[in-house]
């Protein structure tokens, strides 16, 4: 029999690459996978044409990360790994790290290889008040959810 349990409330998120985590975030998304999906045309016993559908190739999502921005330059040296062309080192293990408001750990999904495709800056407004904010794209080849 199921057991019920109530969804779990999300505080922030953090990242570790290599071990060390590397920053916190307030904002996450792209974790999952998908098959493409390979349609075919077939006729069944009867003489009806159906349309068959099987998985096709597995695509991982990109994680996107948001956090207001700080006097850290983790993400932008771990960038500039890439915009050297020192894919060697900036290839990564590593996991995204969710926890609930009392900062108890309540999900974890482990990336394979990821790299950060894309880091950007807050928008820069002299008559806004509000947060600066950075977002960090790293795209990976596999994801794996812990707990």
């Not at 991982?60 to 050297?84: A, H, Q, Y």
């Not at 309540?106 to 950007?120: A, H, I, L, Y």
């Amino acid at each position: 029999m199921a057991e019920n349990r109530d969804a779990v409330s999300v505080f922030h998120y953090a990242i570790e690459v290599g071990g060390a985590i590397k920053g916190y975030f307030t904002s996450c998304s792209g974790l999952g996978s998908e098959h493409e999906v390979i349609e075919h045309k077939v006729t069944d016993d009867r003489g009806r044409e159906i349309i068959q559908k099987t998985p096709g190739r597995m695509k991982w999502d990109n994680i996107s990360l948001e956090r207001g921005i700080t006097d850290s330059m983790d993400i932008w040296d771990w960038r500039k790994l890439v915009e050297d062309g020192k894919m060697d080192k900036a290839r990564k293990n590593g996991s995204i790290v969710m926890f609930n408001s009392e900062l108890a750990e309540v999900g974890r999904w482990d990336f394979e290889r990821g790299w950060p495709s894309k880091v950007t800056g807050p928008d820069l407004k002299s008559d806004s008040n509000a947060i600066g904010v950075e977002k960090l794209t790293i795209v990976h080849e596999g994801m794996k959810r812990k707990n």
